[in-house]
């Protein structure tokens, strides 16, 4: 069984009179891969950096076995400083090793002499996650790790990642990219007004609340949605109707049935089915109305 | 110790390739030195005694007061202050090669201004060197600790270079290293005596004493108890 590369029991964090976290709580093993999820203001960043030890946290416990590193979302170096000068300064203080296999896949040495500067937005995103990955973490923070990154940069870094992930780094990703969640996360925590709101896997998360497909309806005339069983009116969009069902070839029967009964002609009709997308949507949308 | 021994020699580099500081490190204080120093010593020759010290002076406070304090604003104002402290790189750190690199630096303009006057302006060379440059030593230090406040205090810019013309022009006027202070009135010259430039003139043109030792290394004191608090209030420590 592997062991815990981080545990954080009850974390609280006030400012003020406001309390941001309420007692989170979040468990991540070796080769684990985590996101931490949640609607602006859920307290993502402020439970990242309790973790991390840039705030002072006022209560819970958080535990971290081996060495961490640590990518921030929005980070800087000094301007003229160049990308191995970068490396060496973290690597002495840091007192581990670089990791050179890493750096070729990122694409460092590529980067030459030139100043902090003059890289691009993925470049110095790429030396930044370079710089975590000094000393072999055990457990890895990636705060939105693909942001500013192009195609090419992205696929070195998942590439990154999974090669992390098999020698058996956790880690823990803060992201805003749902397709990149559900292609690399073992895990999703999502927050939600400073509480855990959901933990378990995407598919667990996929399988939460209401299930099934969207059907997208374009119709000369509104159907009269009042009538139907199978499927529920849920609003309108770029005129089109949307209808959920949780039995897609039902749903669809009955909706073209009505409008053949009807008269109506369909001029256009769309099947979603329901992604990680819309589930967390759902769970902002829930709190919006709470 | 190799850690920082390392960070304290990127930041020389670090300053070298930065055009704002080599403004205020090397060029604005020889070029001041190469005008002001042709017309103070042809209007009046009794100036090539003194010279040397006044020029001295003001390099040394143009580079401490609007030089050192800019790189560690920039740091310490920004995202870069959380990316070293996610490396593991000490906050004191980052202060304490600036410092040692400024040092250098501006001993290095100070050294450039000894050897240059006499033979452009004919200036007379301190009859005493070592006593010179152990003297100019310490007004660099003090000088350097208040600068390194400075930094530490002001997270913008424009902050910054507005308080540190309140440091550096009265080190400047109030010194005697432009005209003698025995013409300037009673309060402004008492008011000089609280920075560091103004003890350090008297005590490099050879009228200073002990009072003027204690007065520069009681000025140190402070600003670097200053500085201490300050990364202290910044959190410099990971907490975890």
């Known amino acids: 069984m592997s062991k815990s590369a981080l545990t954080v029991q009850n974390l609280c964090k006030r400012y003020g009179e406001k309390e941001v976290l309420k007692g989170v709580s979040l468990t991540l093993k070796e080769g684990e891969i985590a996101a931490l999820l949640g609607p602006n203001g859920a307290g993502k960043t402020t439970a990242l950096e309790c973790i991390e030890g840039l705030r002072t946290r006022d209560s819970g416990r958080v535990e971290i076995s081996g060495r961490l590193g640590v990518q921030l979302q929005s980070s800087s170096l000094p301007a003229t400083i160049r990308p191995q000068e970068a490396l060496e300064l973290f690597c002495r203080w840091n007192g581990g090793e670089r990791d050179r296999e890493a750096e070729a896949e990122l694409g460092i040495d590529a980067l030459g002499k030139r100043p902090y500067r003059a890289l691009s937005t993925g470049q110095k995103r790429r030396l930044h996650l370079a710089l975590a990955l000094i000393g072999r973490p055990s457990l890895l923070f990636l705060d939105e790790p693909t942001a500013g990154l192009d195609v090419e940069g992205r696929a070195a870094l998942h590439r990154q990642i999974g090669r992390l992930k098999e020698r058996g780094c956790a880690i823990l990703l803060a992201s805003h990219d749902m397709a990149e969640v559900e292609r690399l996360c073992d895990q999703i925590v999502l927050l939600k007004g400073g509480r855990v709101a959901f933990s378990g896997s995407p598919s667990e998360l996929l399988c939460q609340g209401e299930t099934g497909a969207q059907i997208s309806l374009k119709t000369g005339v509104p159907l009269d949605a009042a009538a139907l069983k199978s499927c529920r009116f849920t609003g309108e969009h770029q005129g089109y109707a949307l209808y959920r069902t949780q039995q897609l070839d039902e749903g669809l029967w009955e909706l073209l049935s009505l409008a053949r009964s009807a008269g109506v002609r369909v001029e256009d009709l769309r099947v979603e089915h329901q992604s990680l997308e819309d589930r967390f949507l759902d769970f902002a949308q829930q709190e919006e109305t709470k | ?240």
């Open chain 2, 1 to 240: 110790m190799t850690a920082f021994f390392y960070q304290a020699v990127l930041q020389w580099k670090l300053d070298l390739r930065n055009r704002d500081v080599l403004l205020t490190y090397y060029l604005v204080p020889l070029v001041f030195f190469l005008f002001m120093g042709g017309i103070l010593t042809s209007l009046d020759p009794g100036a090539k005694e003194t010279v040397i010290p006044a020029m001295s002076v003001f390099a040394v406070s143009m580079g401490a007061f609007l030089g050192a304090p800019v790189p560690l604003t920039a740091l310490y104002g920004s995202e870069t202050k959380k990316a070293y402290q996610v490396g593991r790189i000490p906050l004191w750190a980052p202060a304490a090669s600036n410092f040692l690199s400024a040092f250098v630096h501006l001993f290095l303009v100070s050294l450039l201004i000894l050897l240059l006057a006499p033979p452009l302006f004919d200036a007379s060379l301190p009859p005493h060197l070592p006593l010179y440059l152990g003297t100019m030593a310490l007004f660099l230090f003090s000088c350097l600790c208040l600068g390194t406040a400075l930094g530490l205090f002001f997270q913008t810019s424009s902050r910054l270079t507005m308080v540190a013309q309140v440091f550096f022009l009265p080190s400047i006027m109030l010194s005697g290293a432009l005209f003698p202070a025995a013409f300037l009135p009673d309060p402004l010259r008492l008011a000089g005596r609280l920075f560091p430039a103004s003890w350090s003139y008297s005590l490099l043109t050879g009228e200073g004493g002990w009072q003027a030792i204690a007065a520069l290394l009681l000025i140190s004191l402070v600003a670097l108890g200053l500085c201490g608090w300050r990364l202290s209030k910044r959190g410099g420590l990971l907490t975890r």
